[in-house]
């Protein structure tokens, strides 16, 4: 979880410029909008602008809209080809290419997996043979994406936004502001932050995944975009068994739960699959992975003995402060060289 830490009063924006907030609910969540402008209309028009950038990302990828486009996919009849909107196209694009980085532990196409755990509802575990059933069903090799075009190849398969529809929204929405004159603009979907404009680093808080209304550590940053992953966000409980909604795409079930994961990166699209798929992938494998990529910054937060133990890479060095007296903080070795992310450049100092 990121919270937002004396935001109006360490970056409060210059007397000239009128500070615009709104909040909205889309997408199934809520949003916070921040921004400010030389007058008020200008800036609620801006704001106005980002909002309606998410209601077109929620009408195309919300599969609890029948009638989504992503929806018109899944239910669309095998083998034969369904023709992708560009927008479309390049959404499943990127999930795609977030999927194959990270070795298949963020896939887009857990929809019957997430069925299958009834992870819409109150939550339930699936008989093995349900488990199997689903688990079939899922993997990019039963979709093929050929231009504007996407062919489902496999009976069950089912693309689920989840794990990237946030990132995409946020996305589109500091797209349609870079042609307004705004500055310190925040957007807030569901504790992912995107952040753009700012000319002074903005504090953010991370919550203690033990505790989720305490803040343990300060995030600070100017631009890009901040996810976390942690069962502390939405555990479940199915007959007095508790599940994470984080599932593992390779195995069905949900992923060892080991405390919460960070990731900062300059797009939010990538922001959002990385927390599911570094979260999956857990703390080891998400630190080597963020120190072999440039513009990934990873930190775990891990309960140990009565403290916390944080680890951070080391583009997050002079941006994290401890808040509580429990937080351990340290930060991994660099890596000697690194791979270009899917679109995504170095982060911006």
Not at 29 to 46: D, F, K, P
Not at 196 to 213: F, I, K, M, N, Y
Not at 255 to 274: N, Q
Not at 279 to 304: Q, T
Request: net charge negative.
């Amino acid at each position: 979880m990121i919270t937002l830490t004396s935001l109006l009063v360490a970056c409060a924006p210059a007397a000239e410029l009128v500070e615009i907030e709104r909040r909205v609910a889309v997408m199934g969540t809520n949003l916070e909008v921040r921004l400010a402008a030389g007058e008020r209309m200008a800036g609620l028009r801006a704001s106005e602008r980002a909002l309606r950038a998410l209601e077109e990302t929620e009408r195309r990828l919300s599969t609890w809209l029948a009638d989504s486009e992503l929806a018109r996919l899944n239910a669309a009849a095998l083998g034969v080809p369904h023709a992708l909107s560009e927008a479309l196209a390049a959404d499943l694009g990127a999930a795609a290419a977030w999927s194959r980085a990270t070795g298949g532990a963020f896939d887009p196409t857990v929809g019957s997996l997430v069925a299958a755990w009834d992870l819409r509802g109150p939550g339930r575990v699936p008989s093995p043979a349900e488990l199997r059933g689903a688990l079939a069903a899922c993997g990019l090799d039963g979709l093929r994406l050929d231009g504007g075009d996407a062919t489902r190849l496999r009976e069950g398969l089912a693309l689920e936004e989840g794990g990237f529809g946030k990132g995409i929204g946020l996305d589109a929405a500091l797209a349609t502001l870079a042609d307004c004159d705004v500055r310190n603009v925040l957007l807030d979907l569901g504790g992912q932050i995107a952040l753009a404009a700012w000319s002074e680093p903005v504090p953010l808080a991370v919550a203690d995944p033990r505790e989720r209304g305490r803040p343990c550590l300060e995030l600070s940053l100017r631009s890009g975009s901040v996810a976390t992953s942690g069962n502390g966000e939405r555990g479940l409980d199915a007959g007095g068994r508790p599940i994470g909604h984080l599932l593992d795409p390779r195995t069905g079930r949900p992923a060892p739960d080991f405390g919460s994961l960070t990731v900062v990166a300059r797009d939010a699209i990538a922001a959002d699959c990385l927390s599911t798929g570094l979260f999956v992938l857990g703390p080891e494998a998400a630190l080597a992975f963020a120190l072999e990529r440039d513009g990934i910054e990873v930190l775990v937060l891990e309960p140990a003995g009565g403290g916390l133990r944080a680890r951070a890479t080391p583009g997050l060095r002079a941006r994290l402060r401890p808040l509580i007296e429990a937080v351990t903080l340290e930060f991994v070795a660099a890596a000697t060289s690194t791979t270009p992310s899917p679109q995504a450049d170095s982060l911006e100092r």
